[in-house]
């Protein structure tokens, strides 16, 4: 996460690129402002600024949190495989009705209670494997510039104070509706101004609140109080980007009235376009039911994480396409596990014959027949993956083309026991690309890399039954020395050792596979 001094700075990042296109194609995304695809083109040119709705942090990060960060990390990392620097503002509520009460349960303060909260959802969030936002602003960090925006909304007459209240005037801001496609009068029909409410109309909503007993408050010019929910995101995204900033995300439930009362605070007091493209991603079901506290189906990341490996849990979500509904359940995950499998036997093959490739750029010349053919895969896969997240980031079809890839590579290694290995390189780097996009092939989570002296010490006492040592042992070393003594014992008809040796490495977590030129291994 950066820091910046100067928090009223708009800042630029430099360029992060991917790419190794085979040609240059327009990129579309369905915005939900217009209900139409619409090619995107950055304000500024090769800038992208996103700002997505972050999380209210009065509990543990859940799968619906997972299923839209996740979302966003691929929609990030495909932005910046175009060529874009990307600057990704996500907010922290740790202001909210949901935190103080939590809090006063507790007896600690409201603050310190989010800011607990704040340092354990992010480190669900890393230990899944989604890259951090560029800045995290807080609410109770943000409060000045929320007056600031209310003090603008008040000026230009869409908004009124009353008795220490102030409240935003839906009716007097014209277009209010527009991205959640209703109009004023149908929203009218049955509302109603709850006991206690100052406001004119039942559809006019909170910009600040008036203090009261238990709650954290604020000095501001129409007494001491805090903001409203919606207020914080006009001003963090405002204050941050700048307007218009490009694409403006969160999950499909915030659309009305959250994302529909920041376009009205955020236009009406500067009287500018807001965000220019709006995404929102599809809510997640968990064994088709809807995920809510009233049924008990919540599931937290840690939860999961403690079963399911984090690559497994990120290809569930990646693989479907941000604006579907996916269905959460254990056989889904076993499938995902079972196809993420297919990937890495390939990815371990190319890297084996990779091996000889020399550390410049690939020389792809002298080709055999069969191996032009699958130069000519490489290519496709690469414009069938590009041609698929132009498409409004089409995950589905971008990982079908990974899955004809692998049948295709398959034939080609029968074909071609032992292929050029600069050509394999190329395949390889294009493959990695490709995967890093779609949150595939990362460096293994902290969480392994804590259990890392652990692992070491039950491999060295493996090994010890053995009656070998390594000196200096690390995991590849030990690995290489056991899969040895498996290898010596087999040659000896000493069965019992040799299974002994590759059941107690599939409870460590490592698998072994039998090849013709040998015993291999890899993580689970």
């Not at 009305?256 to 807001?274: M, R």
């Not at 079809?397 to 004809?404: M, P, Q, R, T, V």
């Amino acid at each position: 996460m950066r820091e910046h001094p100067d928090t009223h700075k708009v800042y630029n990042f430099p360029s992060i690129s991917y790419r190794t296109s085979v040609q240059e194609m327009a990129l579309n995304i369905y915005n939900t402002l217009t209900r139409k695809k619409e090619e995107f083109v950055p304000v500024e040119s090769g800038k992208v600024k996103l700002y997505v709705c972050g999380m209210t942090v009065y509990s543990d990060a859940h799968i619906g949190h997972a299923r839209t960060y996740v979302a966003f990390d691929v929609i990030r990392r495909y932005l910046e495989y175009k060529g874009n620097s990307v600057m990704y503002v996500q907010n922290i509520t740790d202001v909210d009705d949901k935190i103080i009460a939590a809090a006063n349960r507790e007896g600690v303060d409201p603050l310190e209670y989010s800011q607990r909260f704040t340092d354990r959802c992010l480190d669900d969030l890393d230990a899944l494997g989604v890259r951090r936002a560029d800045l995290y602003p807080k609410a109770s960090e943000t409060i000045l510039d929320m007056i600031r925006m209310i003090e603008q909304i008040l000026k230009r007459d869409y908004g009124y104070v009353a008795d220490g209240d102030v409240y935003f005037s839906v009716e007097k801001f014209s277009t209010y509706g527009k991205l959640s496609g209703q109009n004023i009068a149908e929203m009218k029909k049955g509302a109603r101004i709850e006991a206690g409410e100052q406001k004119r109309s039942p559809l006019d909503f909170a910009l600040w609140k008036k203090a009261k007993p238990g709650e954290p408050t604020w000095p501001s010019p129409w007494g001491a109080g805090r903001p409203g929910w919606h207020i914080e995101c006009s001003a963090m995204s405002s204050k941050f980007l700048g307007l218009p900033f490009d694409i403006h995300g969160g999950g499909m439930d915030l659309q009305f009235p959250h994302h529909e009362n920041e376009v009205a605070q955020a236009e009406a007091a500067t009287g500018k376009q807001f965000a220019r493209f709006w995404m929102h991603i599809g809510l997640l079901t968990i064994n088709g039911e809807k995920m809510s506290k009233s049924i008990g189906n919540i599931i937290n990341v840690k939860d999961l994480l403690k079963t399911w490996d984090a690559e497994v849990l990120r290809m569930f979500f990646a693989q479907a396409h941000y604006r579907s509904p996916p269905d959460f359940s254990e056989k889904a995950l076993t499938d995902i596990e079972k196809g993420r499998e297919r990937l890495y036997r390939v990815k371990e093959r190319l890297e084996e014959h990779a091996k000889h490739a020399s550390q410049q750029k690939p020389s792809l010349t002298m080709l055999h027949e069969v191996e032009k053919e699958y130069l000519t895969t490489i290519t496709e896969l690469q414009g069938e993956f590009e041609q698929a997240m132009d498409d409004d980031f089409n995950t589905p079809k971008a990982f079908a083309s990974l899955f004809e890839f692998i049948n295709k590579s398959n034939k080609f290694f029968e074909q071609q026991p032992q292929p050029n290995p600069e050509l394999c390189k190329h395949a390889l780097d294009v493959y990695l690309k490709i995967g890093s996009v779609l949150t595939l092939f990362q460096p293994k989570t902290n969480a392994r890399t804590k259990e890392e002296p652990d692992v070491t010490n039950k491999l060295q006492i493996l090994l010890q039954s053995c009656g070998k040592t390594v000196q200096a042992p690390t995991v590849d070393e030990l690995m290489k020395a056991l899969l040895f003594a498996r290898e010596d014992a087999r040659k000896h008809k000493d069965w019992k050792t040799a299974d002994r040796i590759r059941n107690n490495l599939e409870e460590l977590g490592f698998e072994i596979q039998d090849t013709a030129k040998g015993p291999v291994w890899r993580r689970k």
